[in-house]
C-alpha cells in the first residue's frame, strides 16, 4: 500500500459515505413499486374508508335502540332490507330498524352501529332480537378513520414492502415516484482469473468474485452490470474503470488476488478528473487493501480479492452505498442490529475490527455464534457460515457467552 | 361457514400441507441461480483450490531453512525469481532459495511455506533476510483444502445465497438444475372491490389485497400471475378459479369483504374433479374464515378479505406452500423463528391463536415489541408496523415483559 494514505477504522470511513446523494426520482406504475423507495411524500387525495363501513357480519341499527337489552330482555327490531355490496344503499333507518349488512358494507343512514349475527335471532322473516347492548360506532369503521384525506400517509425515502403498495392501492395511486435503482459497474481482476465457463490451467483460477458480487448488488437493490475481467495493466484497468464510471452510478472492482493490485487502481482513479481518494487500507479483518473514492461524485470501491474479503467489505460498504444512492433515509439504510453469544472463545486482536463467520444457532429466543475456523480463501467456509460476528477495535477477542453484533449473509 | 368444516387449530392445518411436492426441475446458467433452489446434490468435479496457493504476499521457500531464524540472527535466502500470476512456474527451488510471491500465486516446486514481507529485509538486489521461523504449510492453502474434487459440496434443496452461487462458480459449475419457480394465480373477489385506477363510487373500495398479496408472493419466490376481480357469483367464481388451475402451480383467492364469500369458493372447488378441502375455519385471529384445498395436487388458499387478514393468513400458509413447491428442504421452508417481549400487556383470547401487529425497537440486544392498536381493516396499522407477535393458542395475552414469538413483516 502507498505510505501517504493512513489506515483508518471502518468506522471512520464510514462517515465519509454521508457525502454520496440519491440518484434522480422516475415514474413507475404501481404494480413495479415493489422494493423500491419513495422520492415524495404521499399525500392521500381520499379518506380511507370512503364511507362508514361495518367491520362484522351483522344489522346496521340505532346503538341507543339496544339500550337494556340482555338474553333475558331481548329488544326487537323491524328489519327494512339488506345492503348490496358495493352499491348505495336507498335505505334509510328510523328507529327500531334494523338493515341486514355483510363485512365491508356500507353503513345506511340513520345507523350508527352493527349488532353481529351472533348477538341475534330472528323472531319471525320481518324481524329480529337483538340480546347485547352496543355502543354508538361499535363494529363500524368511519369513513376517514384507517386513513385521512390530506394526510401524509408515507414519506420520502420510505422502503416499499406488500403493506406499503397496498396502502398506495387503497389510496388509488399510481404511478408512484421513485428513486432510480443504481447501475453498478462490477470488474474483476487479476492476472490469474478465468471466466467460469473456461477451464483454468494450472495456476489460473475462475472468477468467484464475479458472481458473489454481482448477487450482493442484486440483493442490496442494485443493477449489476459486469464489464469483465481486468488483467493487472494500468491500460486495461483504466479502459474498464472508465467505461465503468460513464455508464453506471458506481464502481466495483475486486482486486485479484494480489494486495497491489489496488494500489495501481489507485494510480488509475488518480487519473480520472475530480478524484478524491476517500480511503485506501482499513484496520479491518479481513478486508484490510479496500480502497474508497469519490470520482466526480460516484462511488468507487475497490475490493480485496479474497472471495471471503471481498464479500465482508462490499457487506459493510458496498451495500450501504448502494442504500443511500436508492434514496433510503439514513435510518432504515444502517437496518436493525442483532446480537449473538459466542457459543466459544473467539480470539482477535486488538487494533482492528474483527468480522469472523459464524453458524447462528437460536436456543430458547438466545442466538448463538458458532465460529467456522478456515483460512479466509476458503469460499466453502463461507456457505457453512450464516453470519459474522463483529470483534471491536479494543477488544481482544470474545469470551464464551459473551454477546457481538452480528451480521446475517 | 357451512357446519361440516370443524375449525382447526393453525398447527392441525400445517401439519397439512407436507401432501404438497416440489415442481420439476429445470436448468438455468449461474448468472440466473441466485435465490433459486437446487434440484441436484453438487459434486465438485475438482478440487478448490487447484493448486497449492499463497495465502500471503511475501517468498516462498522451504520452511526447515528457517528454522532458528530470529531478529537477531536472520536465515539468508538467495532470491532466484519471482512467480507470475496465472502462469505455471519453471522454478525450482533448491535449499537457501526463495522466490518473490503474491497472495493467490503458485507455491512452485520444491517450496513448502510462504514468509510474509513484514519478516524479510533484503540484502542485496539478490538475497534477503528472513527475522522468523515458519512452519512447513504455513501460508500455504494446498489443493484440495477448502474443496476436494469427488466432494458433495451442496445438497439437493439448498437456497442458493451470493456464497452458493460464488462457490458454484469457483468449480465451474453451470447451467444448474434448480426447481422451477412457482406460478402463482391470484383472484381478487367481492362485488364491491375495484381496480387501483378506477374512481370508487359510494360503497365501492379498491383493490388493496390484488397488490399486497402479488407482493408477498413475489418475496416468497413466487411468480405472480394476477387473474383479475372476480364478483361473488358462482359463474365468475367457477371461470377465474378454473383459469388458475389450469395455467398455475397454485391459486389463491381474496375473499372480498364478506365472509361468505368463501363458503361459495368452497362449493365451487367442490365442482371441480378430485377436490379435498384440507380446511375451512381456523382457530386464529385474524383470518378465521381461512380456506385451504388440495385440487388435483395443487394448493388452492382462500384468504379472508381484510387486507391484514389476507397478509396474515398468506404469511402464514402462502409462504411456506410456496417454499414446498419451490423445493426448499423443511428445514429452511420454516425458518428461524425469532422472539420479543411484549413492551405492555397484549390482551388475547384462549382458544385462538392471535397474531398481534407490533412495531419492534432492539434495546441492548432485546427486541421489544410494542402493540399498534386498530381495526382490523385498517391498512394504515399495518404499515406502522414492522411485525406479528403471536400469542399462543391456550395463552389469554402476554404480560409486559413476556417473551413471544414474532413474524417480520
Not at 333475558?72 to 335505505?91: D, H, Q, T, W, Y
Not at 468507487?300 to 465482508?312: C, N, R, T
Amino acid at each position: 500500500m502507498k505510505g501517504f494514505f493512513k489506515v483508518q477504522t471502518p468506522d471512520q470511513l464510514f462517515l465519509k459515505l454521508d457525502r454520496f446523494k440519491p440518484l434522480a426520482p422516475e415514474e413507475v406504475p404501481l404494480e413495479e413499486s415493489l422494493h423500491r423507495v419513495l422520492a415524495e411524500d404521499i399525500v392521500s387525495p381520499t379518506h380511507l374508508p370512503q364511507f362508514a363501513r361495518s367491520t362484522v357480519d351483522g344489522f346496521a341499527l340505532k346503538a341507543k335502540d339496544t339500550y337494556g337489552a340482555s338474553e333475558k330482555n331481548p329488544a326487537i327490531f323491524k328489519v327494512i332490507g339488506e345492503i348490496s355490496m358495493g352499491r348505495i344503499s336507498e335505505l334509510a333507518l328510523r328507529d327500531s330498524e334494523a338493515v341486514k349488512i355483510a363485512t365491508g358494507g356500507m353503513v345506511p343512514e340513520g345507523a350508527d352501529a352493527v349488532q353481529m349475527v351472533e348477538y341475534i335471532e330472528w323472531v319471525d322473516s320481518h324481524a329480529i332480537h337483538v340480546f347485547k347492548t352496543l355502543s354508538p360506532l361499535e363494529n363500524v369503521i368511519q369513513a376517514g378513520e384507517d386513513i385521512k384525506g390530506g394526510e401524509v400517509v408515507l414519506r420520502k425515502g420510505s422502503f416499499l414492502r406488500p403493506q406499503e403498495v397496498g396502502l398506495l392501492a387503497g389510496i388509488g395511486k399510481t404511478p408512484i415516484r421513485v428513486f432510480l435503482k443504481p447501475e453498478v459497474g462490477i470488474i474483476s481482476s487479476g492476472d490469474e482469473i478465468v471466466p467460469v465457463e473456461q477451464e483454468p490451467s494450472a495456476g489460473e483460477v475462475r472468477d468467484i468474485n464475479r458472481h458473489t458480487i454481482v448477487s450482493m448488488a442484486k440483493e442490496a437493490g442494485g443493477v449489476p452490470i459486469f464489464l469483465g475481467i481486468a488483467k493487472d495493466r494500468f491500460s486495461d484497468l483504466k479502459e474498464k474503470i472508465g467505461q465503468g464510471l460513464k455508464e453506471s452510478d458506481m464502481v466495483v472492482i475486486t482486486g485479484g488476488s494480489s494486495v497491489g493490485t489496488l494500489d495501481l487502481v489507485g494510480e488509475v482513479l488518480q487519473s480520472f478528473p475530480k478524484t478524491e481518494i476517500l480511503g485506501h487500507g482499513l484496520s479491518i479483518r479481513p478486508g484490510k487493501p479496500t480502497l474508497l473514492a469519490d470520482v466526480d461524485g460516484k462511488p468507487f470501491l475497490g475490493l480485496p480479492g479474497h472471495p471471503v474479503s471481498a464479500m465482508v467489505i462490499f457487506h459493510l460498504f458496498g451495500r450501504p452505498i448502494l442504500k443511500i444512492l436508492s434514496g433510503l433515509s439514513g435510518e432504515t439504510a444502517s437496518g436493525m442490529r442483532w446480537k449473538a453469544r459466542a457459543a466459544r472463545n473467539i480470539p482477535s486482536v486488538a487494533g482492528r475490527e474483527d468480522y469472523v463467520r459464524v453458524k447462528l444457532e437460536e436456543k430458547d429466543g438466545i442466538l448463538w455464534a458458532h465460529p467456522v475456523f478456515g483460512k479466509s480463501g476458503a469460499i466453502s467456509h463461507l456457505v457453512h457460515a450464516d453470519g459474522l460476528i463483529r470483534i471491536g477495535i479494543d477488544e481482544e477477542g470474545l469470551e464464551e457467552g459473551e454477546e457481538g453484533e452480528v451480521i446475517f449473509l
